[in-house]
Structure formats: C-alpha cells, structure tokens
C-alpha cells in the first residue's frame, strides 16, 4: 500500500452542519480543534473545511439541499434529522476529564460522563466520555490509559 499524502492521515471523516461557520468556531473552542483550510462560498457559506487536531484531520460542511450532485443533497446535519446520527467521531486527547470540563463549559451536551474502560489485560483501557455538538453530531472523547501488551 502506498503512504498517504504526506499531510494526510489514511482515515478522515466529514460532517455536515446546517451552520458550518458557526460549528467550526464551537469545534474550535469547546473541543480545541485548528482550523488548517476553510473555502466559503456565496454569502459565507462553508464549502469545505479541514480542521486538525494533531495528526486527526475532519473536514466540515455545510448542508446543501439544493446541491447538484444527488449524494451532496443528501448530507444532512443530525439538526436537520430530528437528532438521528450515522456516525460517532472518536478522538484521543491527553486528559479526558479536563477535555470534557472545557467542553462542557462551552455548551457540550455530555451524553456519556467520563468512565474508564477496560478491556482486561490482554487489551487496553481507555477514559472515555461522549459528547454531543450543538447540531447534534456525536463525539466520543477518549484518553488512552493502558496499553495492550506488546506481543
């Protein structure tokens, strides 16, 4: 398999809000994400972004109802679904509990407290808590604590 490009991880994902600008600055804020491209299109519209945190990359878009391409029409803000979700976006962060903290001060809905999990000896244990974004997007938190074994 060859390397990905070297500014990209193998693995992105991209969610879509109904206000893209206003989400990339509550990601930036309430999760600690950086903003790395942000194209706006007619009236500010956010086209396409990529925020960054570490080497994690998310790209974030606003939903367009009106968009040519049929798969585009149908990229919707869990807002816009009445809360449904098809994806869970998992990061890792350096202290779960004071990531959670934050965000929960910058208006996270904390739908999982932070817990330890762990996953017996032959695996590894995470501190994890799950969070929901003002449009509804699931976010799940986590900061590894154990390794598994070397094998």
């Known amino acids: 398999m060859k390397p990905s490009p070297s ?61 040519e391409r049929g798969w585009k029409r149908a990229m919707r803000s869990p807002r816009s679904l009445d809360g449904a979700n098809t994806q869970c976006i998992m990061f890792f962060v350096d202290d779960a509990d004071a990531h959670c903290k934050h965000a929960r001060a910058r208006g996270a809905r904390i739908v999982e407290e932070p817990a330890t999990h762990d996953y017996g000896d032959d695996y590894w244990a995470d501190r994890s808590y799950g969070a929901l974004d003002p449009e509804g997007h699931m976010w799940w938190v986590s900061q590894r604590v154990r390794n598994p074994p070397t094998r």
């Open 7 to 67: 500014d990209w991880p193998r693995f992105s994902s991209s969610v879509f809000y109904q206000d893209a600008g206003a989400a990339i600055a509550w990601l930036c804020d309430a999760f600690g994400f950086e903003v790395r491209l942000k194209v706006e299109g007619d009236g500010g519209r956010i086209e396409h972004s990529e925020l960054t945190y570490g080497d994690g990359l998310v790209m974030v878009s606003q939903e367009n109802a009106d968009a």
